[in-house]
């Protein structure tokens, strides 16, 4: 009986995380909420309640609820402003923190495996980083 050959997990691994990643970026770009909804309208409101008449310490400052969203409001105010209210800097800002906590979380993770396992765990943890439900929230 001829014995089968098995491809390694070097091999494999990196295979079904290219995979992984062609699959997030395909499901961000089905799932993209381009309208706004009712948390955004609050925020695109107060950003053009301040563009008429507040300054703009108060307009970062402000608080929404019991929050200080500062980096929502510069991202509103790069929307409004730059791009017509697309959408386009959230879903830009979120995929970005996606990719930089598995950039991070994978490096972490191959300095520590042995030499011949490094593209096997790196692979693992693109996989478990950039997953369906990663991208829906993104986008």
């Known amino acids: 009986m001829p014995a089968r050959f098995v491809p390694p997990a070097r091999v494999v691994l990196p295979a079904l995380a290219g995979m992984q990643v062609a699959l997030f970026a395909y499901y961000v770009h089905v799932n993209l909420v381009l309208q706004p909804y009712w948390d955004m309208l609050s925020h695109v409101t107060r950003y053009l309640r301040f563009r008429d008449q507040d300054g703009w310490w108060a307009y970062l400052w402000d608080p929404h609820v019991q929050h200080r969203h500062v980096w929502m409001r510069l991202l509103t105010a790069a929307d409004v402003e730059g791009l017509s209210g ?32 490094r593209a096997a765990a790196g692979s693992l943890v693109v996989m478990l980083v950039l997953t369906s439900v990663a991208s829906a929230v993104c986008a």
């Open 86 to 117: 697309t959408g386009y800097p959230y879903v830009a800002s979120a995929v970005a923190a996606q990719l930089v906590a598995g950039w991070l979380l994978g490096r972490a993770t191959v300095r520590r495996a042995p030499p011949g396992l």
